[in-house]
T-cell receptor, first 116, second 115 residues
Framework: AQSVTQLGSHVSVSEGALVLLRCNYS??????LFWYVQYPNQGLQLLLK??????LVKGINGFEAEFKKSETSFHLTKPSAHMSDAAEYFCAVSRFSGAGSYQLTFGKGTKLSVIP | DTEVTQTPKHLVMGMTNKKSLKCEQH?????MYWYKQKAKKPPELMFV???????INESVPSRFSPECPNSSLLNLHLHALQPEDSALYLC??????????????FGEGSRLTVL
């Protein structure tokens, strides 16, 4: 079974400060990992994904994440927080469920607040 | 066109009403999904359609009835819902790729309130 654990349900940072959102995964097979962002009253938007290859993955809006197999982690970072980054962030792990579809298992989410 | 479009954006219904949520994508994706999201919680998978056939039903009550009329459309028919069914209902689609690499593309959701 696959699962993800997001450490910290709420993270507050000052504008311009480093953003670090933590995600650890559990998977019996090589994982496919994703970070999604959800702004208030909106759907989910993909920030970045790790499939194979380079372990440092760059995404949209200046975010990046590093896949560390030894630590079973996929933490999300951004060097300098912007007010517009305030949102809910979900880490997710995917597995192929057959017939061309995928099971996406989400972590519980981390709400990021940015203080002016 | 890289969008998943959901209608309506907001829906209020009584417990005896029958209503439907609609989802449309024109990206040629052959897998489509319904998720339910309660406030301050992650999305929970309800149904998966693959090639217009229901492939996964996560033990969802029969008052929710999905339908996939064609490869671009996905409906969720609602009947005799309970107030606890109030939530954001998200539709998603994904391309067919090997392994689990394919990302899901989400719509903006339909916010349902059951009175």
């Amino acid at each position: 079974a696959q699962s993800v654990t997001q450490l910290g349900s709420h993270v507050s940072v000052s504008e311009g400060a480093l953003v670090l959102l933590r995600c650890n995964y559990s998977s019996s097979v090589p994982p496919y990992l994703f970070w999604y962002v959800q702004y208030p009253n909106q759907g989910l938007q993909l920030l970045l994904k790790y499939t194979t290859g380079a372990t440092l993955v760059k995404g949209i809006n200046g975010f990046e994440a590093e896949f560390k197999k030894s630590e079973t982690s996929f933490h999300l970072t951004k060097p300098s927080a912007h007010m517009s980054d305030a949102a809910e962030y979900f880490c997710a792990v995917s597995r192929f469920s057959g017939a061309g579809s995928y099971q996406l298992t989400f972590g519980k989410g981390t709400k990021l607040s940015v203080i002016p | 066109d890289t969008e998943v479009t959901q209608t309506p954006k907001h829906l209020v219904m009584g417990m005896t009403n029958k209503k439907s949520l609609k989802c449309e994508q024109h990206m040629g994706h052959r897998a489509m999904y319904w998720y339910k999201q309660k406030a301050k919680k992650p999305p929970e998978l309800m149904f998966v359609y693959s090639y217009e056939k229901l492939s996964i039903n996560e033990s969802v009550p029969s008052r929710f009835s999905p339908e996939c009329p064609n490869s671009s459309l996905l409906n969720l028919h609602l009947h005799a819902l309970q107030p606890e069914d109030s939530a954001l209902y998200l539709c998603a689609s994904s391309p067919r790729l090997a392994g689990g690499e394919a990302e899901l593309f989400f719509g903006e959701g339909s916010r349902l309130t059951v009175l």
